[in-house]
């Protein structure tokens, strides 16, 4: 069973389009999370979610909103694709988001392309 | 704020040969420090974690790492390399400052392993 499952793996768009990514966890953890890998490897947080509640925005464009309908779910949904936004996206998740001592479980990432 | 720097953007050893990736923190409390491993087209997966306790710390796959807080340091070693050890190693501080945890990674380390 995969723990961390996003969807899809692969995105190919075209810049100006509005695209989703859907993350879903089955590891009953409370804090989910988003991050862009850019092309030279570095990871950035994006942000988390702690039992559905925004925790951590971090200046993030508003063309970037993410939603948690509930504690194991948490989307991405990019308006306005720009060539800047081609990434991969990983979702992570993790067991109380207050404690900073558990580790965070991630996706296998999903690769955006923007054309 | 806290941060972590990962010397060597590539690191290349023999199979066999002992391997030594480097990790150097700040942090202006007690840092909680991560290892994590990506292998090409995958998720990060946790190696090993350090907390409190003892600062030696064993993880998967023969890897271990020493928590040296004279040096600010968390080198990650293993005795000898295999093949499959190729990938890419993040070094990771775990940050609370808003109150949830937040991983703030360094930029990668990109271990090669020849024959």
């Known amino acids: 069973d995969t723990a961390v499952s996003q969807t899809p793996k692969y995105l190919v768009t075209q810049m100006g389009n509005d695209k989703s990514i859907k993350c879903e966890q089955n590891?009953?953890?409370?804090?989910m999370y988003w991050y862009k890998q850019d092309s030279k490897k570095f990871l950035k947080i994006m942000f988390s979610y702690n039992n559905k509640e925004l925790i951590i925005n971090e200046t993030v464009p508003n063309r970037f909103s993410p939603k948690s309908p509930d504690k194991a779910h948490l989307n991405l949904h990019i308006n306005s694709l720009e060539l800047g936004d081609s990434a991969v996206y990983f979702c992570?998740?993790?067991?109380?988001?207050?404690?900073?001592?558990?580790?965070?479980?991630f996706g296998d990432g999903t690769r955006l392309s923007i054309l | 704020a806290q941060s972590v720097t990962q010397l060597g953007s590539h690191v290349s050893v023999s199979e066999g040969a002992l391997v030594l990736l480097r990790c150097n923190y700040s942090?202006?409390?007690?840092?909680?420090l991560f290892w994590y491993v990506q292998y090409p087209n995958q998720g990060l997966q946790l190696l090993l974690k350090y907390t409190t306790g003892a600062t030696l710390v064993k993880g998967i796959n023969g890897f271990e790492a020493e928590f040296k807080k004279s040096e600010t340091s968390f080198h990650l070693t293993k005795p000898s390399a295999h093949m499959s050890d190729a990938a890419e190693y993040f070094c990771?501080?775990?940050?609370?400052?808003?109150?949830?945890?937040?991983?703030?990674f360094g930029t990668g380390t990109r271990l090669l392993v020849s024959p």
């Open positions: 590891l009953g953890h409370d804090t």
């Open positions: 942090s202006s409390v007690p840092p909680y």
């Open positions: 992570a998740s993790s067991q109380g988001g207050w404690s900073g001592n558990q580790p965070q479980h």
């Open positions: 990771a501080v775990s940050t609370t400052n808003t109150g949830f945890q937040k991983l703030v």
